[in-house]
T-cell receptor, first 114, second 118 residues
C-alpha cells in the first residue's frame, strides 16, 4: 500500500492556480517528497522534489510544513495541457531488501476546463 | 535520445504464450524498476534492481513473472503462460541511487509496453 493519500480528482479552469495536497502521516526522517505527472499512454514524469519548506522550479512549487506530514503541489495558471494524473511519493522501506522502493497510489486526476 | 527506452511499445499475444519485454535504462543509472499499470490505477510495483542484483520482487507477483538485468545494463521482463489478467501497461524506470539512504531518487520512466492478452 502507498504511504500517501491524495484526492482522487480535481477540476479547474484555465488560468487558475491549482493546489493538490498529499498526506503522508508516517513520513520517515530520510524521506523526500516527490511529485510525478502522467499523461495517458505515457510513463510518469518527474515534476518536483523537496524535503522541507518550499521548493520552486519552472513548472511548479512544492510547499512542505514543518511537521512534513503533508505537502502541497502548486501549479500556477494551469492550461488545458496540464490535464493529467499527479502522484505524490515518499520512499517505502518495507519488504525484504532493506532498501527503499517507491509505491504509487492512485494519484489525483486533474482536469483543466476551458 | 538518452532517456529510458522500452521495446516493444505494443504486444498482442494469445493466452498461454510467453512474452518478453526489454528496457534500456539511462546509461549511468544503477537502479531499474518494473511497474505494471492498468486503466485508472497508479503504477503497481513489480520488482527492482540495483546494478545486476534483484533487490525485491512484489509478493503479489506470480511465479510466471521473471526479470533479469545481466551486467547491470538493460533488463528483461518475461511473463510465461500469459493470462488475460496480465493485460496492462508495463513500465520501466531507472534512477541514480545516491547511497545516502535518503529517498531523493528521481525515477525516469520509459513510455511502457502495452500488453494485450487475447
Amino acid at each position: 500500500l502507498a504511504k500517501t493519500t491524495q484526492p482522487i480528482s480535481m477540476d479547474s479552469y484555465e488560468g487558475q492556480e491549482v493546489n493538490i495536497t498529499c498526506s503522508h502521516n508516517n513520513i520517515a526522517t530520510n524521506d523526500y517528497i516527490t511529485w510525478y505527472q502522467q499523461f495517458p499512454s505515457q510513463g510518469p514524469r518527474f515534476i518536483i522534489q523537496g524535503y522541507k519548506t518550499k521548493v520552486t522550479n519552472e513548472v511548479a512549487s512544492l510547499f512542505i510544513p514543518a511537521d512534513r506530514k503533508s505537502s502541497t503541489l502548486s501549479l500556477p495558471r494551469v492550461s488545458l495541457s496540464d490535464t493529467a494524473v499527479y502522484y505524490c511519493l515518499v520512499g517505502d522501506l518495507g519488504g525484504t531488501s532493506g532498501t527503499y522502493k517507491y509505491i504509487f497510489g492512485t494519484g489525483t486526476r486533474l482536469k483543466v476546463l476551458a | 535520445d538518452t532517456g529510458v527506452s522500452q521495446d516493444p511499445r505494443h504486444k498482442i499475444t494469445k493466452r498461454g504464450q510467453n512474452v518478453t519485454f526489454r528496457c534500456d535504462p539511462i546509461s549511468e543509472h544503477n537502479r531499474l524498476y518494473w511497474y505494471r499499470q492498468t486503466l485508472g490505477q497508479g503504477p503497481e510495483f513489480l520488482t527492482y534492481f540495483q546494478n545486476e542484483a534483484q533487490l525485491e520482487k512484489s509478493r503479489l507477483l506470480s511465479d510466471r513473472f521473471s526479470a533479469e538485468r545481466p551486467k547491470g545494463s538493460f533488463s528483461t521482463l518475461e511473463i510465461q503462460r500469459t493470462e488475460q489478467g496480465d493485460s496492462a501497461m508495463y513500465l520501466c524506470a531507472s534512477s541514480l541511487e545516491s547511497g545516502l539512504a535518503a529517498t531523493n531518487e528521481k525515477l525516469f520512466f520509459g513510455s511502457g509496453t502495452q500488453l494485450s492478452v487475447l
